[in-house]
């Protein structure tokens, strides 16, 4: 039930890192024995290869991880990691680095569950930091720093005490200061919840709040 | 009052295409003679050029411009840019690329307002795909697109109807639906308001919703 990371350069470094924050089993593939070696200083997981070998993959236990991410700065070697890991794991899930915008189809049709571009995301963010530089510092927090407030995402089992009431009635708010600014049902998407909307077992809750109301509010969510 | 782009290329195209979608007057440079062509045949303003020249910046107008984006594919030359852009202007603001995160620092002194390194947030970006895959594009939505949701920054006036109110006064919740998700008062920044936390004149609010829920705030927040 462990996350592979293909390719710890420029860009797969920053993914290294994050994993690491959000303190998760994971282990490296790099074909760099020096980026091997900073790694295992480190104490992180990472054998030196080639992530587009069968051989690789499974000595890293593909048939029992649960995602792949490859973030290898050939496109091409991009495609191959995704086609290899979903033959010897159909449930994987894949997310791929595309370099050129031109490889985002090649990968999805590779098999890739999500493909990420960093020139796209990159280049908007540029953007918008001109635009509306508030937002984005704001919205940086949120989803990669979470120094003060988080975003988290809280499924509503079907025994649940929250299950069936309508947002003011669950108190959610009023109990934890926790906002949910989205509700997920299905392929559905809610978005800024009114308090009179229902929640309901199975939905996925998209909550802003700080870690201690968040910690709050899935104790108030479990069954009793 | 305008934004200079330097770089239309791998990360640049996409500042242009977002600054296209914002609807904000812009001027590229770029020395591919086929980018500027591309671009001009679109209908956007575009020279041929090294941004690195004191004359190529004053043509397009450093001196009135409010912005400068500089997404070039070297670092060294984003940090000329950046120096020379604040010399011939010291009030733009720049926004810089950083390819190499050992970059970021040396941007700054250069007087870079806000350093984006692509492979920084592409990475992180992975990472967060693989572990909360709905508030990465939920996120994505608010920040990138707007599909419903949107996210907004807006200015309290010292005469307007709402300053001195505390939230629940305010009613922005219940009669727009907008959800204040942050209060910024100086350098103070103020996350998950609640409903007793009072709004100043002056503070900078980020609401979250739907573009008419946001005008109607904005109605709502407007002195009479
Ligand atoms: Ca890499
Ligand atoms: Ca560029």
Redesign the pocket.
């Known amino acids: 039930n462990h996350i592979i990371v293909c ?7 920053h993914v290294v890192s994050r994993l690491v924050k959000e303190d998760v089993p994971f282990v490296v593939i790099d074909k760099n024995p020096e980026i091997i070696a900073k790694l295992t200083a480190e104490g992180i997981l990472a054998i030196e290869g080639d992530a587009a070998e069968d051989e690789v993959l499974e000595k890293v236990g593909i048939k029992k991880a649960r995602g792949l991410i490859t ?3 050939g496109d091409a070697d991009n495609v191959f990691v995704a086609l290899t890991s979903k033959e010897l794991n159909p449930h994987i899930k894949v997310v791929a ?1 595309a370099n050129h915008v031109e490889s985002q189809n090649k990968l999805i049709r590779a098999g890739a569950d999500k493909v990420i571009s960093p020139s796209v995301i990159g280049g908007r963010r540029m953007a918008i930091s001109m635009l509306k530089p508030v937002s984005v510092d704001f919205v940086e927090t949120l989803i990669h720093q979470g120094f003060e407030i988080e975003i988290e995402e809280i499924v509503l089992g079907n025994n649940s005490p929250l299950a069936g009431k309508c947002l003011k009635e669950s108190g959610i708010k009023q109990k934890t200061g926790a906002m949910v600014v989205a509700i997920k049902r299905g392929e559905d998407i809610i978005n800024n919840p009114s308090a009179d909307d229902v929640i309901m077992g199975g939905d996925l809750l998209i909550v802003l709040g700080t870690r201690s109301q968040l910690a709050e509010l899935e104790a108030m969510a479990s069954p009793r």
């Open positions: 390719g710890a350069g420029r860009v797969g470094q973030a290898l700065p680095r």
